[in-house]
């Protein structure tokens, strides 16, 4: 079975850093392009970030998106957070392998809640 697992949220104040992590199990974590999406409360989902398998990246708000292929992981670094931060962050595969328009994620996470405050 294929499991998806974010951790590294929490609370954090305007200004401060986050690292959400991602950890696959069940696929050849390699052949798969990951994406982050979030989701804040009342919202709708909204993608964030995107590393494709050959760890060419895409990522709206100058966060910045990596993936340890040996340890199959995935990570978004959130510098400078804003309150407008607030979300639901979830990782999401993407066997397509690129980093692409109108994803079709197969897999997700159940998320992992940051809550920036000002």
């Known amino acids: 079975q294929v499991q998806v697992l974010e951790s590294g949220g929490g609370l954090a104040q305007a200004g401060e850093s986050l690292r959400l992590s991602c950890t696959v199990s069940g696929l050849t974590f390699g052949d798969y392009a990951m994406h982050w999406f979030r989701q804040a409360p009342g919202s709708e989902r909204e993608w964030v970030a995107c590393?494709?398998?050959g760890v060419i990246s895409s990522v709206r708000g100058g966060f910045t998106i990596s993936r340890d292929n040996t340890k199959n992981q995935m990570f978004l670094d959130m510098d400078s957070l804003k309150p407008e931060d607030t979300a639901t962050y979830y990782c999401?595969?993407?066997?397509?392998?690129?980093?692409?328009?109108?994803?079709?994620?197969?897999?997700w996470g159940q998320g992992t809640q940051v809550t920036v405050s000002s």
């Open positions: 999401a595969t993407d066997q397509y392998g690129v980093c692409k328009n109108s994803p079709f994620p197969e897999y």
């Open positions: 590393i494709s398998r």
